[in-house]
């Protein structure tokens, strides 16, 4: 079997289950579905389809804004996705870009996590219940000064 027709096979049986926001928000109140809830959905169907996932990220930028209680971290990420056989053959998707606040030491981890989250998504064209996460929250952060390399 190809690495194409593995990766459909995975695809239709996503297709039947979908991945539903079963998280809540309590600050915004808002339902989500995170990484860990597309990663424990996948882990097993890429398992059982012989396919492993080698993720790629470039092009990360760093900048530090000021928040309401103290500074806040914001990463953006690149990431391409390289879905691969046991045969060797392989496909790679993306690019797909994650970005994330934090105002301690996770915002890398959030990003790479998003560019992840909606590179599943994107490529395996899940069923999600709902629309496609919050829009409507919004992070208070002051105007940004020119960008930091960190």
Not at 26 to 39: A, C, K, L, P
């Amino acid at each position: 079997m190809s690495i194409n027709e593995r990766m459909v096979a995975v695809s239709k049986r996503i297709a039947t289950e979908g991945i539903g926001k079963t998280r809540k928000n309590t600050h915004q109140g808002y339902n989500f579905r995170g990484v860990d809830e597309v990663m424990n959905a996948f882990a097993p169907l890429l398992a059982d389809a012989g396919i492993y996932l080698r993720p790629s990220y470039s092009e990360r930028t760093v900048v530090e804004r000021q928040g309401k209680s103290g500074a806040l971290i914001y990463v953006t990420v690149k990431g391409d996705f390289t879905f691969t056989d046991d045969k060797g053959e392989a496909v790679t998707v993306g690019p797909f870009y994650g970005e994330a606040m934090d105002s301690g030491d996770k915002a890398t981890n959030k990003a790479m996590s998003a560019a992840y989250k909606y590179a599943a998504l994107m490529t395996f064209a899940i069923p999600t219940e709902g629309d496609n996460d919050a829009d409507a929250t919004t992070h208070e952060v002051a105007p940004a000064k020119p960008a930091q390399q960190r």
